[in-house]
T-cell receptor
Framework: GNSVTQMEGPVTLSEEAFLTINCTYT??????LFWYVQYPGEGLQLLLK?????DKGSNKGFEATYRKETTSFHLEKGSVQVSDSAVYFC????????????FGTGTRLLVSP | EAGVVQSPRYKIIEKKQPVAFWCNPI?????LYWYLQNLGQGPELLIR????????DSQLPKDRFSAERLKGVDSTLKIQPAELGDSAVYLC????????????FGAGSRLTVL
């Protein structure tokens, strides 16, 4: 079945540092890929998405590129802020058959001033 | 546009008691999902509805969990009786049938079973 693997956290960074959170996936066909973010005490929010190979999703300074050859969708940000502290989930959904959104286990990001 | 609305936000019950969660999806969203999120884990699908039909309930523990979406809009998820291991956050999400497969999530209902 489809699955998503994320790097374990927590990831601890100082403000303005560069962020990478690794995500790889296993899926049949050509899924759509997502990053969701969960701030403390809040629900999941869509951060960015990509629907086909080589697409780059971007939002709020975050970026991720759909790499079919390496089955990856790594999240990056050039300069993190304290307000970026949250849990980040990589996810995929198949574009055929059962349209179930499958999540990774999440990576907690802690940014200190 | 109002988002996905869930209630209650928090519920504390004793084991063996029943509990119910309610979800109102975004207007016009035909597909509705219930997910379970255990502490420190990613959400896992419990059930998916297309309008009023449950099209994927393979992960729903049917001995104690039930769900309904009678008019294809609001949905209720019930647990009876609750067990200690049911303590988790229950998330509802919805999306339109066509276009991009983007799910919008509610804030979740956090259940604590004592």
């Amino acid at each position: 079945g489809n699955s998503v693997t994320q790097m374990e956290g927590p990831v601890t960074l100082s403000e303005e540092a560069f962020l990478t959170i690794n995500c790889t996936y296993t899926a049949t066909g050509y899924p759509s890929l997502f990053w969701y973010v969960q701030y403390p005490g809040e629900g999941l929010q869509l951060l960015l998405k990509a629907t086909k190979a080589d697409d780059k999703g971007s939002n709020k300074g975050f970026e991720a590129t759909y790499r079919k050859e390496t089955t990856s969708f790594h999240l990056e940000k050039g300069s993190v802020q304290v307000s970026d502290s949250a849990v980040y989930f990589c996810a995929l959904i198949s574009n055929t058959g059962f349209q179930k959104l499958v999540f990774g286990t999440g990576t907690r990001l802690l940014v200190s001033p | 546009e109002a988002g996905v609305v869930q209630s209650p936000r928090y519920k504390i019950i004793e084991k063996k008691q029943p509990v119910a969660f309610w979800c109102n999806p975004i207007s016009g969203h035909n597909t509705l999902y219930w997910y379970l999120q255990n502490l420190g884990q990613g959400p896992e699908l419990l059930i998916r509805y297309e309008n009023e039909e449950a099209v994927d309930d393979s992960q729903l523990p049917k001995d104690r969990f039930s769900a309904e979406r009678l008019k294809g809009v609001d949905s209720t998820l019930k647990i009876q009786p609750a067990e200690l291991g049911d303590s988790a956050v229950y998330l509802c999400a919805s999306k339109v049938n066509s276009g991009a497969n983007v799910l919008t999530f509610g804030a979740g209902s956090r259940l604590t079973v004592l």
